[in-house]
């Protein structure tokens, strides 16, 4: 069927009338604002807005990139109680990757590795540093998006290098930007209920990713939601992000990041679709100064992810290639696959894929 | 023509075939989930959302009309073939009584060789061993298939189904009610006609139906509206239909999947909801499948327009059949239309409140 036409915002909620009119003069909304995104029964006039602001900077176009994902690590100091990934060193399902191992998961032609992992309490900051330059060297390709700022910050704690030193050192040996994760929920409260306060708090998070953006490294920002945070939480959450991003410039996208239940099960389920939309939009209309939202289809589900375009995302991360979805995909190759994936996910949508690179750097526009 | 639509919606007028044209074709997604908001609460104001506990049971799979879009049947004399006496059958109503379920929507292959007092006795046992269990038997292509090896006319066969105890008819078997697409995915099982006599004369002589599609194959805008236009029409001849229900087509294991590999998305569907309640002014109920589209578009697609969640399938095999499965619960079912914010409700096989949950 035809794309289409541009959703005129019409709205149910009277109340959303004022935000109308800032989204239309382009102006910054408040902090009442964003409580009111977050608390509308008019999902559609939301979303018709966020719909509005996404296609007044891209028109049709969503963009994804070919990417792996790679974890050197998943033993971690922390015990964060929304994770399901950490393990302690020695435990069942605990694993330390070589940079042999590494580069072995990194197939050549990748255009992005995203690598992130737990906070291992022996492995030296150079191994870091080692394995960026190999992974450089190898696959001179492949642009490197690696480490959190909770990994950059943990280094600090540990081994006493400063993130400076640290984000310089590694953009030399080949790093090209960073992802957004650790950020977590900025909130002093849940830091404590959910035991992270042995985790860069938002102060720090933010300090990192500013000056990784001083140095030329562009990176990403998260929100892990849907677990038991409440809606002020989230608001300030995206404008603690959007004042950071006023000061430093260097965020790409913003990730909303769907609490998966798993086993650590802080809520008996994942948060409705319909609360992962709100999501989507209110991130939208709140960060003016973010380039892009991003429907992260691996934990939102690929329906969700589909329908999310038409609420103020502009991006649906990449194919995420896995060894797993390697043996999936049997005869065909595995990254073909993967894109086709993808460019149902953004068709479905009457969307315009364009396929980008870290930087996002349009690489092709699939008609 | 947004202004416009809306307008009609407000005052309760019905849309033309231009409206629907663009509420199909070009209708802002969020907007046509807006105005299908709209309708779905001017007919039923509560956020009262209902679903029925069922199972869909098959009674055999041997099928001699070869449909395109279709991973279930087999010819007469496959090895996979099969066909339930008629004590296999009650064996399966009997699970899903004591399963809870109130509907037992029971359909099966065009078999030329049972003869109808296989079809009669299935009804009037159902009826007289399992009273709490409304028997919802037999597609319109059925109902033929009875006509044709009886020689009964069809009216006549209605007649002796109602006579045995049935009250109502599953809506399947319609697809895309347009000559064109029949011709091509589904020669053999007669055009529009056949499928809209059946639920006509049913719905003259008392019987309550609901009306499918299913869509999403060699279908264009034209042959969804003629298929609206079709049901709109015998809806106000008698008022029989309960509902409308839409699916995508999956095209796992069919003829057809050599030129469809993938069934339509989540955007396709809400559109088809939302403006199918738009369209259809003199259906009650429209229903969002959880079953077809998954969970999460079906708690979706309660912002489109949908005011029912369909059924809990404790059986199902058609779609299984193209290697799609979803299973669900009463329980998860009640979850999930509270997570969307609606009330949930049990319903009767005709839309009867049982229970509000």
């Known amino acids: ?367 | 023509m947004l202004g416009a639509i809306r307008d009609k919606v407000e005052a309760g007028k019905r849309l033309d075939r231009a409206e629907g044209r663009w509420l199909l074709t070009e209708a802002p997604l969020l907007d046509l989930g807006s105005l299908a908001q709209d309708a779905r609460f001017r007919r039923i104001p509560e956020r009262r959302v209902t679903f029925v506990v069922d199972s869909n049971p098959n009674y055999t799979n041997v099928c001699v009309t070869d449909c395109q879009f279709c991973a279930f049947y087999r010819k007469p004399g496959d090895p996979e073939a099969y066909t339930l006496s008629v004590d296999d059958v009650l064996r399966k109503v009997e699970a899903a009584s004591l399963g809870g379920a109130t509907t037992v929507l029971l359909q099966g292959g065009h078999n030329p060789d049972l003869p109808l007092d296989y079809y009669l006795s299935l009804v009037r046992e159902t009826r007289r061993r399992f009273p709490s269990v409304t028997p919802h038997f037999f597609s319109a292509s059925e109902i033929h298939t009875m006509a044709l090896t009886s020689g009964l006319a069809v009216p006549d066969v209605i007649a002796r189904l109602k006579e045995a105890g049935q009250t109502t008819l599953p809506g399947g078997g319609a697809e895309v009610l347009s000559e064109r697409v029949r011709t091509r995915i589904a020669p053999k099982k007669g055009g529009p006609g056949a499928w809209l006599e059946v639920h006509r004369e049913a719905h003259r002589q008392g019987l309550k139906s609901t009306a499918t599609m299913m869509y999403g194959h060699v279908e264009e805008p034209e042959d969804v509206l003629d298929h609206w236009d079709a049901i709109r029409d015998l809806q106000d001849e008698h008022g029989g239909f309960t509902a409308f229900v839409p699916w995508s087509f999956k095209p796992g294991n069919t003829l057809l999947e050599k030129w469809i590999t993938h069934y339509k998305g989540p955007s396709a569907y809400l559109r088809m909801l939302g403006a199918s309640r738009l369209y259809l002014d003199n259906f009650p109920h429209v229903q969002a499948s959880w079953f077809s589209e998954g969970k999460r578009t079906g708690q979706v697609a309660l912002h489109w327009g949908a005011d029912d969640f369909g059924g809990t399938l404790f059986e199902e095999n058609v779609h299984a059949a193209a290697d799609y499965v979803n299973r669900t619960s009463v329980a998860e079912i009640v979850t999930l239309i509270r997570d969307a914010g609606f009330t949930p409700a049990q319903r009767t096989t005709t839309y009867e409140i049982l229970r509000e949950l």
């Open chain 1, 1 to 367: 069927m035809p794309v289409a036409a541009e959703g005129r915002m019409e709205l149910r909620d009277a109340r959303l009338l004022p935000v109308r009119d800032k989204v239309r003069a382009g102006e910054r909304l408040t902090r009442e604002d964003g409580l009111l995104l977050f608390e509308t029964p008019d999902l559609h006039g939301l979303g018709s807005l966020a719909g509005h602001v996404k296609s007044r900077l891209y028109g049709d176009r969503v963009c994804f990139v070919m990417n792996r994902y790679v974890n050197p690590t998943n033993v971690c100091v922390l015990s964060c109680a929304f994770c399901d990934f950490a393990r302690k060193k020695g435990e069942a399902g605990a694993f330390e990757n070589s940079i042999e191992d590494v580069l072995a998961m990194i197939t050549p032609g990748t255009r992005e590795a995203h690598i992130v992992g737990g906070h291992h309490p022996d492995w030296p900051f150079d191994y870091y540093e080692r394995l960026i330059a190999a992974i450089h060297a190898a696959r001179p390709e492949t642009q490197i998006k690696a480490f959190t700022a909770a990994e950059v910050d943990f280094w600090w704690r540990r081994w006493r290098i400063e993130p400076r030193e640290a984000l310089e050192r590694l953009k030399t040996a080949g790093l090209h930007s960073m992802p957004g994760g650790g950020a977590e929920i900025f909130s002093p409260r849940l830091q404590k209920l959910l035991n992270f306060t042995g985790k860069a708090d938002a102060d720090r998070w933010c300090q990192i990713h500013g000056i990784a953006h001083g140095l030329g490294i562009k990176t990403n920002a998260t929100m892990l939601y849907g677990h038991v945070e409440t809606m002020e939480e989230r608001v300030d959450h995206l404008l603690r992000l959007r004042d950071q991003q006023d000061r430093s410039g260097g965020f790409l996208t913003f990730i909303p990041l769907a609490y998966q239940v798993g086993d650590t099960k802080l809520v008996p389920r994942q948060t409705p679709p319909t609360d992962d939309l709100r999501t989507i939009a209110a991130s939208r209309l709140l960060l003016d100064n973010f380039p892009h939202i991003e429907a992260y289809w691996v934990m939102l589900g690929e329906a969700t992810a589909s329908l999310a375009l038409h609420f103020g995302a502009s991006d649906v991360n990449g194919t995420v290639e896995n060894e797993k979805i390697a043996h999936m995909a049997k005869a065909e190759s595995p990254a073909g696959l993967a894109r086709e994936q993808i460019l149902r996910m953004i068709r479905d949508a009457g969307k315009t894929a364009v396929e980008r690179d870290a930087l996002y750097h349009v690489v092709h526009v699939w008609s």
